[in-house]
């Protein structure tokens, strides 16, 4: 069995390591919870640490349950805590455990205790352990894989592969690590496993957690969301649907059962924000899928009239792990496919589309974004392979580009010196740092003369954003300026 190495997610592992506050990782099923812990415990023993220093239970084994209920696990840990030295605990799907808040909480107050969890739904931190714990955990996100990793795990098989054959086998594979070793079976196998994985996901996450009866009705509404991703829908337009259909399930249910799909990290629910007004709406929200292969076995067909959307569904996910917040938007009778926030509270506007075949498509595609007279960043994805032109201030990127460029080397320097000054969050694996901020280091180290005026210019934000940014990386000791403002250069302390 290959394994893949999810780098940014264990180097997030290595930033928290001995930290005093427990590690809790969450996802879908399948998305490489269980491997990236194995990997990481794997690493602490090669780097010194002691075998009787790890120890490692899975709540999905069922001789796990031999040893009894949360206290007898606990009693059963503690005993074999050494004393004076850090012992790491990495409990995997503890939710399985009942009352396992009582056994997270009792490990925690241990003072040489390192203590990890992973959960595949969001009931994991909800109600008493949320209340237990408030302040004392850090959440790590985890998603399938994102482009970059995809396509270079696939390099190592098809080094000739070009970058936009392999986006087009992403939007329908997607990046559940487990399906491509099944895949060097068969593509039946695959396929078989990924059905498997969503109805493990469906019956234990969902309708045993739920106590769910009418599965038929469920299984309506979850057919209908998969088949309506990049759309905007409501429980009441849902309903509506299936009732023409001869299915009638009122507006609570749907609700209910949607936030059950969200729980379980299916789906992601992602609301309406008004631009102009500068808040969010109540009504109409998108959601998009955690896979696109669940929607490939689920409802066996192509998903090839629909790639555009497939498309907007993954910049998503990358959008998730690239910002802190992220919207869908709305101005006047105009959609703008995303609007994001990143931790230093800057916006920025996202429009996705396939190709820009003629001028009207490219007109189409531009209108929301020209409709939006606030000085913002503003982008439009496709692939398309051109100049990355600029119209009116909106950037044209190949989206293929776009999801390949992460700034691991700068994210890198950014995070041995503690840019944020040590307040980390961390959301599918990486650090949230400030894209422009990312940007502006890297124009500041490609032209050391650059100014400020032309760092606002080319960053498309106002001189005082330009100013913070600058202050920051500078008491960071990351760069300082040699000479005047005007005559002067950058000069990069790292180097």
């Given amino acids: 069995m290959q394994l893949i190495e999810r780098k940014q997610y264990m180097q997030t592992l290595r930033n928290l390591k001995d930290q005093n506050i427990i590690k809790v990782i969450t996802g879908v099923r399948r998305c490489g919870k269980t491997t990236l812990l194995q990997m990481f415990a794997d690493e602490l023993l090669q780097n010194g640490v002691m075998q009787e220093q ?11 349950y031999t040893i009894g209920n949360w206290k007898d696990v606990y009693d059963h840990i503690k005993v074999k805590i050494i004393p004076d030295k850090m012992n790491y605990i990495f409990l995997d799907e503890v939710q399985n455990i009942d009352v396992f808040q009582r056994l997270v909480d009792g490990l925690y107050i241990k003072k040489n205790v390192d203590l990890y969890v992973t959960g595949s739904n969001a ?34 098989k098809s080094p000739n592969l070009s970058k936009m054959e392999s ?4 939007i329908v594979e997607g990046g559940v690590p487990e399906y491509f070793n099944q895949k060097n079976i068969s593509q039946k196998q695959a396929d078989n496993f990924m059905t498997s994985v969503l109805n493990t996901i469906i019956e234990k996450d969902i309708f045993q957690r739920l106590n769910i009866k009418d599965k038929h009705d469920f299984n309506k509404i979850i057919d209908f969301a998969f088949d309506s991703v990049g759309s905007f829908v409501s429980p009441r337009s849902i309903s509506n649907t ?16 949607l936030d059950a799909m969200c729980y379980a990290f299916l789906l992601y629910k992602v609301p309406r924000y008004e631009i102009k007004g500068k808040g969010l709406l109540q009504t109409l929200n998108k959601y998009y899928l955690v896979d696109p292969c669940f929607r490939k076995v689920r409802l066996k067909r192509s998903m090839q009239p629909d790639r555009s959307h497939w498309l907007e569904n993954m910049v998503y996910l990358e959008l998730l792990r690239r910002y802190r917040d992220v919207y869908v938007g709305k101005i006047g009778d105009k959609e703008v496919d995303f609007v994001v926030t990143d931790h230093d509270g800057y916006t920025s506007y996202y429009q996705v589309a396939w190709t820009i075949a003629d001028n009207a498509t490219l007109e189409r ?8 007279k606030d000085s913002n960043p503003k982008y439009l994805l496709t692939t398309d392979l051109d100049l990355n032109p600029v119209y009116d201030g ?29 307040q980390k969050e961390y959301i599918g694996g990486q650090n949230k740092w400030s894209e ?33 940014h600058i202050k920051k990386l500078k008491e960071k000791g990351i760069i300082s300026r040699i000479g005047s403002d005007k005559t002067g250069i950058w000069k990069i302390n790292l180097e």
């Fill in 54 to 64: 790890v120890q490692f239970y899975n709540f999905e084994d069922p001789d796990i």
């Fill in 394 to 422: 909106i950037r044209k990127l190949n989206v293929v580009d776009w999801l390949l460029d992460v700034n691991e080397n700068i994210e890198e320097v950014m995070e041995n010196v503690g840019v944020n000054g040590g």
């Fill in 123 to 156: 009931y994991l931190l909800s109600g008493e352990l949320a209340t237990l714990l408030t302040g004392r955990y850090i959440t790590t996100s985890i998603l399938p894989l994102q482009f970059a990793e995809y396509y270079n795990f696939m390099l190592l």
């Fill in 365 to 372: 595609e531009l209108a929301s974004l020209n409709s939006i």
């Fill in 436 to 468: 422009n901020l990312v940007k502006l280091f890297e124009l500041i180290k490609d032209n050391p003369k650059i100014t400020r005026k032309e760092l606002s210019e080319t960053l498309q934000i106002n001189p005082s954003a330009i100013q913070k």
């Fill in 242 to 257: 299936l009732r023409t259909h001869g299915t009638t399930v009122d507006n609570k249910t749907v609700a209910r059962y």
């Fill in 167 to 170: 986006l087009g086998n992403w």
